[in-house]
């Protein structure tokens, strides 16, 4: 039996079914996310778990539900409103929260930016839910709120939240709570914490009551990614941004050929991470032990360097002088034909640039063409990447080492803008694949044209070939 599972009493009017969902409701555990598949049952267990908490702790209880945005807040509440009418709950719009005859309260809120996290500095909560954890793209907001968990009544006071794989969060979630393994009971600062897996197949009383649940996900998505939501898959990701990315991308290191032409990119940061790759060019077909020989002209990621302390989206803070001897010292003399880095850091503000300084170091770059987004019919900025990730004739025409771990671990789980589908959402983990994309534009793919429609030749055409006029022909009167 998973660790936290202790006997309790039950409401009548609402038990979690037997699994997980009574796993995430009953667990002693501090800190406790229950995610993977739609239809889970996640938000349910999240309200019934208050609803055993109010019933236990009374007036003591004091609980804090919130998601990202009043929108997102709505159903939410709506389900809440069926499950807390059995207990004599009532809904307060103006306060926005319930609030139970013994007194206990649970409040609904919504967090738009993650700064609006420090009004809660100074409450007090016993216990705080957090629906759709992976849409918070880093957990700073999120650490601030589970600093209110707090009771001068002596109640056990618990973090709660639910998610789905994807979304601008995705990275910092599955590293901190779903890589350490399902139903491990790990620990931070000596609070402990766990993850519950969902699968749809926990959620019978679904089936039941919309037997073709299963049916529409099924219409709605490609087999990878029904099977994300089905069983929660966070390899898979929901809405990735490059969908066609694959294991076909990545290969085991091997010696680079010298005559091949070496490239550096390169991507600023300094409270934020910053990344720098070494990519080589193809110039003949490599067997790299593949499927397929890697193409002349694919670009090769070899080796990065991710400026990061280790925790989510946060650098290392180093200078610029700082970061070009470390350059300097993984290159090793190696000779490199094309260096392209971020414009920005070009700017001048009062002193030598960015770029000057590196410069000045050892370490010279070029601008690298900054296009996001390119025009129709061209290929520029994400269509880069992207068509070298897909490839041609089944070979793709970009590689990365298995060493490579950041560019694997952040750029396939990157999301679509949800107010600019056709660009990447900036609030996520983001600077591998902007250094990426100014790889890509150094050595760009050429768009192939489609060939003309031409119309079948004639008789004339047949017998007499092109080039003369038809009427020039003695024979034309013949055809």
């Known amino acids: 039996m998973p660790i936290g599972w202790p006997s309790m009493p039950r409401p009548d009017s609402w038990t979690p079914q037997p699994g997980p969902q009574a796993a995430f409701v009953e667990s002693q555990v501090f800190e406790v996310v229950y995610g993977g598949a739609r239809g889970g049952g996640k938000t349910d267990a999240a309200l019934g778990d208050f609803a055993f908490h109010a019933r236990k702790y009374g007036s003591a209880a004091r609980g ?71 849409q918070f793209a880093d957990p700073k907001a999120i650490d601030k709120l589970k600093a209110t968990l707090r009771s001068a009544a002596g109640v056990s006071c618990g973090f709660r939240a639910t998610c789905n794989p994807g979304g601008p969060g995705h990275n910092w979630v599955k590293a901190r709570y779903i890589d350490p393994g399902p139903w491990e009971l790990t620990e931070e600062d000596g609070l402990a914490r766990i993850f519950i897996p969902a699968k749809l197949a926990d959620n019978p009383k679904l089936a039941e009551s919309d037997p073709l649940y299963v049916a529409r996900l099924r219409q709605s998505g490609s087999e990878q990614l029904v099977r994300a939501w089905l069983d929660g898959d966070w390899n898979v990701i929901e809405g990735a941004f490059f969908d066609k990315w694959s294991t076909r991308n990545i290969v085991r290191p091997f010696a680079v050929p010298p005559r091949w032409t070496r490239l550096r990119s390169f991507d600023w940061g300094y409270a ?70 971020d414009p920005s850091i070009f700017r001048q503000d009062g002193g030598p640039s960015i770029g000057e300084r590196m410069r000045r170091a050892g370490v010279g770059f070029r601008p690298a063409d900054n296009t996001r987004v390119g025009k129709a019919g061209a290929l520029s900025g994400w269509d880069q990447l992207r068509a070298r990730i897909v490839g041609d004739a089944g070979a793709p ?79 034309w009167k013949n055809m």
Not at 412 to 432: C, G, Y
Not at 440 to 466: H, T
């Open 272 to 341: 934020a991470p910053f990344s720098v790759g070494w990519w080589a060019v193809v110039s003949d077909p490599y067997d790299a032990g593949g499927e397929a020989p890697i193409p002349r002209g694919a670009l090769v990621r070899y080796r990065e360097w991710y400026g990061s302390n280790g925790r989510p989206n946060e650098g290392l803070r180093l200078d610029a002088e700082a970061v070009a001897a470390g350059i300097l010292e993984r290159e090793n003399g190696e000779a490199i034909r094309l260096a392209v880095a």
């Open 64 to 134: 804090l539900l919130v998601r990202r945005s009043r929108v997102a807040l709505e159903p939410t509440i709506s389900r809440a409103r069926k499950i807390y009418r059995a207990f004599g709950a009532r809904w307060e719009e103006a306060k926005s929260r319930f609030t139970w005859p013994s007194g206990a309260v649970l409040y609904f809120r919504y967090l738009d930016r993650d700064a609006d996290a420090d009004i809660y500095q100074g409450h007090d909560y016993t216990r705080v839910y957090v629906e759709e954890l992976t």
């Open 397 to 475: 025409m970009l590689y990365v080492f298995d060493t490579c771990r950041h560019f694997i671990r952040t750029v396939p789980v990157l999301q679509h803008d949800p107010a600019r589908p056709e660009d990447l959402d900036t609030a996520a983990e983001d600077h591998v694949a902007d250094e990426a994309r100014y790889a890509c534009l150094s050595r760009p793919l050429i768009a192939r044209q489609a060939a003309p429609v031409v119309n079948p030749p004639d008789r004339w055409e047949q017998e007499w070939g092109r080039g003369t006029s038809w009427k020039a022909s003695n024979n």
